[in-house]
């Protein structure tokens, strides 16, 4: 059994802060090809077309046949561990900060040996199950469970490191004022957040979400308005260092292209809303929370925007909604560089047309926000990245992905 | 060079003397503009004023080493502000009916007062009625042309947004001119406009009026004004003071904030 997550205590005011540190960084190009499968969920190596062998680590040529053509694709992810360690001593920094590590060898089932780091109740010599993670360092890793469900896996405070489970972390919803603000307190609760953290914009305007929000347990709920400095400011200033996940759920539609509705006001106030809102955000609550980045096994954790799918690609019924959310995509990979100093991780959900009155007249499948709460939760639990959720979502990064300009050509709502 | 006996402008310089002695009081009638000031509320679908922003552009840094300054913007109706006639659709076509067009001398004009604070706190839909105003006038006068009349509530008071919109699910509800005044207004007592301390110049439920929004559609189309969110009402007389109320000079703006100043007479 794995050994429980310590509850965390207050801040001990005399303690220094640890500082947030890296695992080795660089990488080769191909094996960012690993961190691209890690970051989307799934455990795929690169397998050669010509003899069929599995590779790993990543390479340019066939380790078998030195033929160049290895294509990516999921594998079985069970494996035999043949051999395990703990390291004592390390002269990496960011080891020696969180010593005894445990690793070992794992004979993967689909050929290859690979070097993983384990869960507490690996067994040498037991079966084992694998997955990618992403390091603090933002590089793909192979991580080994046992291969039966170990009771309290979650709480391993060595994987905690490679996801960012909010078991024990603070949140920060930005938005509470939606059905998807109150979804996603309920979803982090239910997840064991130790405090829940709401803002609510425009306080004359009522929600019954909101009010539903403030009878929840561990939540507490805040001013705050993205489209303005200074209430961005006042909260970062009051709760910023509690911050451990936050989750920006700002969101506002309107229906319209260039054409078809000419509009710059609205336009202007999906970008405040959408692009400078991140921005203030990011500007306020990020140095914070990259500095918390190794603060004990709760530290700042990870970064989570809500995007829209149409952020990839322009839906015209949607038009200019659509570039204020391809604006804040850009922004958060700004972010997401400038974050990953301090092992925080920016994590964007991309979602499709969700239940709600701005999406009155689209057709379904539409989506419903306690789905995207779950599966937000679920993606921070695995360390996830990038998170299509729903069919339009998934459709889209798809079609992307295999013919961009036909998609382009053809998207409606 | 003036000469010995040419005549002088003596009432400027009895004017400001009165200012600096004391005699003559100047009031500031303004809202603080900041960032929390509420705008009017309207359905999400419709187009949106923007409410007041403030983002520095330096402040003795970096971004300029001797200079504090700020970028600002919000909608021409924010916080305490002017309505020109060009606002409402029954007085697009008027002449000189927009912020650039005005003529200045009608920026400074007599302002009436009419206490209705405890029928606003008893009632926040009070309606202000033709019968109301002649009762005042009973006790404090004819209303004199080209005069302002200003509609003291204490509804400035109201520093909660909650409370000072007053929303529920059926609109807002803030005080306001009944329908039949403001014609009378304007045809029997030839008023400059009307102005409030409220968000806007109509009641909170004047959409649902016979004539919708008559003090802006009625006021408007006869080239009156519109001052609302004022405060500091209590400290003017029923009668005798004089307000100023000059809008920027915006090219065929439909109003803008404005400093409202209020000259008072110590007698």
Not at chain 1, 196 to 222: C, M, N, Q
Request: one cysteine or more; glycine letters at 8%.
């Amino acid at each position: 059994m794995t050994t429980i997550l310590p509850t965390p205590k207050k801040k001990d005011p005399i303690q220094r802060t640890r500082k947030p540190s890296m695992p080795p960084g660089n990488r080769s190009r191909e094996a960012q090809g690993l961190a691209a499968m890690a970051t989307s969920g799934r455990f795929a190596l690169q397998v050669c077309n010509h003899c069929t062998k599995v590779q790993y680590p990543p390479r340019q040529v066939c380790s078998e046949c030195l033929s160049d053509q290895l294509a990516w694709q999921d594998v079985r992810t069970g494996g035999k561990l043949l051999a395990e360690t703990t390291l004592q001593h390390s002269n990496d920094v960011y080891f020696r900060d969180r010593l005894p590590w445990r690793l070992g060898i794992v004979v993967a089932d689909a050929g290859p040996s690979i070097v993983a780091h384990l869960a507490e109740d690996c067994i040498q010599g037991k079966r084992v199950r694998m997955s990618l993670a992403i390091d603090r360092a933002g590089n793909a890793v192979v991580i080994a469970k046992p291969e039966k469900l170990s009771p309290g896996e979650e709480d391993d405070m060595q994987l905690r490191e490679m996801a960012f489970d909010p078991k024990n972390r603070r949140v920060l919803i930005v938005n509470g004022k939606t059905e998807l603000g109150y979804r996603l307190a309920e979803a982090f609760l239910k997840a064991g957040a130790r405090n829940i953290f709401v803002g609510h914009a425009e306080p004359w305007r009522t929600s019954t979400h909101l009010e539903a929000i403030k009878k929840l347990d561990k939540t507490t709920i805040y001013p705050l308005d993205v489209t303005d400095t200074e209430s961005v400011k006042e909260l970062a200033a009051m709760i910023g260092d509690k911050v451990e996940i936050m989750v920006n759920n700002s969101y506002h539609l309107r229906m319209g292209g260039v054409l078809d509705r000419f509009d710059i006001n609205t336009a202007h106030d999906e970008m405040e809303i959408h692009y400078h809102g991140l921005m203030r955000l990011a500007g306020f609550f990020g140095p914070v929370m990259r500095s918390r980045g190794a603060d004990g096994h709760h530290g700042a954790a990870a970064w989570v925007n809500i995007l829209s799918a149409y952020a990839l690609v322009n839906n015209s019924a949607l038009g200019t909604y659509s570039a204020s959310q391809a604006a804040a995509l850009s922004l958060s990979q700004c972010l997401r560089d400038e974050l990953k100093n301090g092992g925080v991780r920016v994590v964007n959900s991309f979602i499709g047309p969700i239940e709600d009155e701005w999406h009155q007249l689209a057709p379904p499948p539409k989506l419903v926000p306690a789905t995207i709460a779950k599966r937000i939760v679920e993606a921070l639990k695995r360390g996830l990245e990038d998170v299509p959720i729903g069919a339009v979502a998934e459709e889209i990064i798809q079609r992307l992905a295999e013919n961009p300009k036909e998609i382009e050509r053809t998207i409606k709502l | 060079m003036i000469e010995k006996n040419q005549k002088r402008p003596s009432l400027l310089p009895s004017l400001l003397g009165a200012i600096t002695g004391g005699s003559i009081n100047v009031i500031d009638l303004t809202m603080t503009l900041d960032r929390k000031v509420p705008t009017i509320v309207l359905p999400p679908e419709l187009g949106q004023s923007w409410p007041f922003r403030m983002e520095e552009i330096s402040r003795y840094d970096s971004r300029g080493p001797a200079t504090y300054w700020n970028n600002i913007s919000c909608g021409e109706h924010t916080g305490t502000h002017f309505d020109a006639p060009i606002h409402w659709i029954s007085g697009k076509d008027l002449p000189n009916n927009a912020t650039d067009t005005i003529s200045p001398e009608m920026f400074i004009a007599h302002a009436c007062v009419i206490d209705c604070c405890s029928e606003a706190n008893e009632d926040p839909d009070y309606l202000l009625t033709i019968k109301d105003v002649k009762r005042w006038e009973n006790n404090n006068g004819k209303i004199p042309p080209r005069s302002w009349l200003l509609m003291r509530t204490d509804w400035s008071l109201k520093i909660d947004p909650i409370q000072y919109l007053n929303l529920d699910e059926e609109g807002a509800h803030t005080p306001g001119p009944h329908q039949d005044l403001v014609p009378w207004l304007i045809d029997e007592r030839d008023v400059v406009g009307f102005g409030c301390e409220a968000v806007g110049t109509d009641a909170g439920q004047a959409a649902h009026f016979t004539i919708p929004m008559p003090c802006h559609h009625l006021m408007h189309g006869k080239g009156r004004f519109g001052l609302p969110a004022l405060t500091n009402l209590d400290k003017l007389p029923p009668q005798g003071s004089v307000i100023i109320t000059p809008p920027l000079k915006i090219r065929q703006g439909s109003g803008s904030p404005v400093r409202v100043l209020a000259l008072t007479e110590e007698f």
